[in-house]
């Protein structure tokens, strides 16, 4: 899973990130919406809460990389909750890039490769765990 190097860099990067984090929402959703327009529709118009629940998602995900065991029910929730607003596995591709270059933006120099990779394979968990929550719960509709 996750090396305790990798979850230290993430650590460490977000504590930076933390400071800046409604100029890092902007920049994510900026981003977002401009590399995949298709998913406007599915956030409101106005995103100053959405903007609110990104960052405390990430704050919350980021304090519970190194207990798994806990973090993962509520993520396969946050991903159960994503599929009924519209979200498609396709979706996830999107949201990594726009993550990964609003780290970029915010930290700089500070985002070094190793520091990118950590954020990459953190991701690649969180998706892969919110993709399996939305399949479970689309499988649990299907049998009622």
Not at 56 to 61: C, D, E, G, N, R
Not at 125 to 144: D, H, I, K, Y
């Amino acid at each position: 899973m996750l090396t305790r190097k990798e979850v230290a860099l993430v650590r460490s990067s977000f504590s930076k990130v933390t400071p800046i984090k409604d100029k890092a929402a902007d920049l994510f959703y900026e981003r977002l919406f401009e590399i995949a327009p298709q998913v406007r529709s599915m956030f409101p118009g106005d995103l100053a809460e959405q903007k609110r629940k990104l960052m405390a998602m990430i704050a919350s995900a980021v304090a519970g990389l190194e207990d798994l065991d806990a973090l993962v029910p509520a993520v396969k929730a946050l991903g159960a909750r994503h599929a009924v607003y519209g979200a498609r596995p396709e979706h996830y591709q999107p949201v990594a890039e726009a993550l990964l270059w609003t780290l970029d933006k915010g930290l700089g120099e500070a985002f070094r490769p190793d520091v990118k990779d950590a954020w990459t394979k953190v991701y690649g968990v969180l998706a892969a765990t919110m993709q399996a929550g939305a399949a479970e719960a689309s499988g649990a509709q299907a049998a009622e």
